[in-house]
C-alpha cells in the first residue's frame, strides 16, 4: 500500500476567526496581538502580510509597517473552540491525525480507497461550509513533501508532489523551505554560496554531516524526497509554562517575584487537572534587548504543588545575574509523568 499523506494548514488562523466574527473587519489589514507596543504580532491577515507584517514580530513594528491596522486582542478560548471543530471533521475522515498546532495537522489517508484530491476538496469544502473558513491542503507521499505543497499557493490552496515531481520540482526552491534549515544554517550555506536547493543538492553527502552533524543525513534525505517520518496520533505533552511580555522593562525583583506566582498558581492548576507532576523547572526571561535567556533546574522528585513551583522559581531568579531590564519573563515545568499517589509538598511540614 502506497502511503498518501495530506497536510492541512488553516489560513491565517486566528485572524481569520476575528473576521469571521466581525465581518466588517472584512478586506482590512488584521493583526491579532498584543494591542500594547510592548506586544508581538501572533498572526495577521493577508491584507496586512502585504506590508510586511509577520508573526512574532514586535508590535511597534508592525504599526510602522502599517499604520492602518486593525489591532485586534488575540481570544484563545475562541480559536480552541474553532480548532476542536474542525479536528472534529478531520477525525470524522480518518483516525490517523497528528496535531501539530491548533490550526495545523498531518493526515494519514494511505487505506482510504478514494482519490486524494477528491478527498482534500471534501475537507475543504467542509470546512467552508461548516466553519466559514478557508484551508490549505498539501498532498504526498511522506510529511516533509506534503507540509510544503500545503504552502505552495496560500491562501486556499491544493497542490499534489508525487514521485515523478521529485527532485526538480524542489530545485527552484530557496533553502529556507526545507524543514530542519533554521535561520543559522541557510545563512551558514549561504555565506558559500548556496541559495536554492538545486545547489545544495549537488553538494556530496560528507558535507551535509560536516554542516549539521547528525541531521545532516536527514537533510540529504529530504531534499531527495526521502521522509521516513509516521503520522503519529497521540504525542506526550513535554512542558507546561506561562510567560507574559511586560507592560514596562522593569528589573524589579520583588515585581517579577508576582509574576512567578501567578504563574506558578496557573501551572499547579494545570498539572492537578491532567494529574501529572514535574522535576525540571525553567525560568525564561528576554531583556530589553530581545535577548533570550532560559535557567533550568532539575529537582530529585517530582512536584505540582503552587508553593513548590514557586519556591524553586524565586531561588533561580534570585541567583541570576541580570545585566539589563526585562520585557519579558516565563515560568515551565517539564520531565513530567502520570500521578499514581498523591503528591506531598516539600515545603509542607
Not at 504543588?305 to 515545568?333: F, H, P, T, V
Request: hydrophobic share 35%.
Amino acid at each position: 500500500m502506497d502511503t498518501v499523506i495530506i497536510h492541512v494548514d488553516m489560513d491565517a488562523f486566528f485572524a481569520s476567526v476575528e473576521v469571521l466574527d466581525n465581518p466588517s473587519l472584512k478586506g482590512k489589514p488584521v493583526i491579532v496581538g498584543g494591542t500594547s507596543n510592548r506586544g508581538v504580532v501572533a498572526t495577521c491577515s493577508y491584507e496586512a502580510r502585504r506590508f510586511g507584517v509577520r508573526s512574532a514580530m514586535p508590535i511597534f513594528m508592525a504599526k510602522e509597517l502599517c499604520p492602518n491596522a486593525v489591532f485586534v486582542k488575540p481570544r484563545f478560548w475562541r480559536y480552541k473552540e474553532i480548532s476542536n471543530n474542525i479536528f472534529n471533521i478531520f477525525r470524522d475522515i480518518t483516525p490517523y491525525v497528528e496535531p501539530l498546532s491548533i490550526d495545523e495537522a498531518y493526515l494519514d489517508i494511505s487505506y482510504i480507497n478514494k482519490n486524494p484530491i477528491d478527498i482534500a476538496n471534501y475537507i475543504k469544502n467542509k470546512v467552508k461550509k461548516d466553519i466559514g473558513l478557508t484551508l490549505s491542503v498539501g498532498i504526498s507521499y511522506n510529511k516533509f513533501l506534503a507540509k510544503l505543497a500545503s504552502d505552495w499557493n496560500k491562501p486556499n490552496g491544493l497542490k499534489i508532489i508525487t514521485k515523478e515531481m521529485v527532485p526538480k520540482i524542489l530545485f527552484p526552491l530557496p533553502i529556507n523551505k526545507i524543514y530542519g534549515l533554521g535561520s543559522k544554517s541557510v545563512k551558514k550555506l549561504n555565506n558559500i554560496g548556496i541559495f536554492t536547493v538545486e545547489e545544495l543538492y549537488k553538494l556530496p553527502e560528507n558535507i551535509f554531516i560536516e554542516y549539521f552533524g547528525k541531521f545532516g543525513h536527514d537533510i540529504y534525505d529530504r531534499i531527495r524526497g526521502i521522509d521516513n517520518r509516521k503520522v503519529i496520533t497521540s504525542r506526550e505533552r513535554k512542558s507546561i509554562g506561562k510567560e507574559t511580555t511586560l507592560r514596562v522593562d522593569t528589573d524589579e525583583i520583588e515585581e517579577l517575584k508576582e509574576y512567578i506566582k501567578e504563574f506558578s498558581s496557573d501551572i499547579s492548576s494545570i498539572l492537578k487537572n491532567k494529574n501529572v507532576s514535574g522535576k525540571t523547572i525553567t525560568l525564561k526571561i528576554k531583556t530589553s534587548s530581545f535577548v533570550n535567556h532560559t535557567k533550568s533546574r532539575t529537582l530529585n522528585s517530582y512536584i505540582r504543588e503552587e508553593n513548590d513551583l514557586y519556591n524553586e522559581a524565586i531561588d533561580i531568579l534570585e541567583n541570576l545575574q541580570l545585566q539589563e531590564k526585562i520585557r519579558l519573563i516565563g515560568l515551565s515545568i517539564s520531565s513530567l509523568k502520570e500521578d499514581t499517589i498523591e503528591q506531598m509538598s516539600f515545603w509542607s511540614k
